[in-house]
């Protein structure tokens, strides 16, 4: 009624949509649950680097043109695309219709939010003029090279043609708008640091949230607290988080700047921010 759909041509839909156990099971024992050292070594691959690399040289007048107009460095860019598909080398092979169904009326903890993403999923479709069965996509139902949900699909993407439906699948100029695009939204600072190595003395840091969504704290707070950078700040901005990542040896701290939580606006995970950084600094220096 809302959307003014056709309650048969819904029916139809539904009718033949599957619903996928195994989407549950993935969505209980995701990637980022791993430890730090399994979750790095899953991404931090000569591969992926190399296939960056080839990328970014194929693409790097459409990046160049990403970082002037929405001011996201393309080493971010590439490293996003990297992390997401492989460079659209694993954009998923469920059925969009079927993910989405399975976890709006099957995962009753995040039933609200994928019976939204279903709504906008329907959207897409009418306004691409597809068949809601013909998209395929990750077990969440995210799609394309950049793995956009959706929602964001429908608001974030872009390009450079001014084309109204957007091909986040094979266009790779659009891909790399959408993903600048998204990120200029949620507040990238062009020339602001992301994150870095942290020291900890003593037992301050147990009076320091480090699963807060943002940065919190002043970096002289953080230093009375004994938790510094392990090499000097630069760019450093006005407030600071701190993660705490565990590992082999022990636990890890990293000083998280701004922007770091602009990459957690993608996916909420801190190891998958990180891993982003990470790449994305791999590359850089590469190139």
Known sequence: ????????????????????????????????????????????????????????????????????RYHVPAN???????????????QGNY????????LAFNYPKRSPYFTKELTEYLLLCREHSINPNQYSGSYAGAIGKPQFMPSSYRYY????????????????QAVIASVAN??????WQMNQGVAQP??????GIQHINTQSKQALYDPSQLARSGVQPLT?????PKKVGVIELTTLKGQEYWLA???????????????????????????????
């Open 1 to 68: 009624d809302k959307h003014g759909f056709n309650k048969q041509e819904l029916i139809a839909v539904f009718n033949d949509a599957k619903i996928q156990p195994q989407i549950i099971a993935s969505m209980d024992m995701p990637y980022e649950k791993k430890d730090w050292d399994t979750y790095r070594e899953l991404f931090l691959t000569p591969e992926r680097l190399q296939a960056g690399l080839d990328f970014w040289q194929a693409n790097k007048k459409t990046l160049n043109e990403a970082e002037k």
């Open 76 to 90: 971010i860019i590439v490293a996003i695309l990297g992390v997401e598909t492989l460079y659209g080398k694993h």
């Open 95 to 102: 059925r969009v219709i079927d993910a989405l169904s399975t």
């Open 157 to 172: 993407a872009a390009d450079f043609k001014n084309n109204p439906k957007k091909d986040l699948i094979n266009d790779d």
């Open 182 to 187: 998204y990120f200029h939204k949620h507040g």
């Open 198 to 203: 942290a020291k900890v003395a003593g037992r």
């Open 232 to 236: 000097a700040a630069a760019n450093q």
């Open 257 to 287: 700047y701004p922007n770091f939580y602009v990459i957690t606006r993608y996916n909420s995970s801190p190891q998958y921010a990180l891993v982003v950084y990470l790449l994305a600094q791999h590359l850089q220096r590469q190139w």
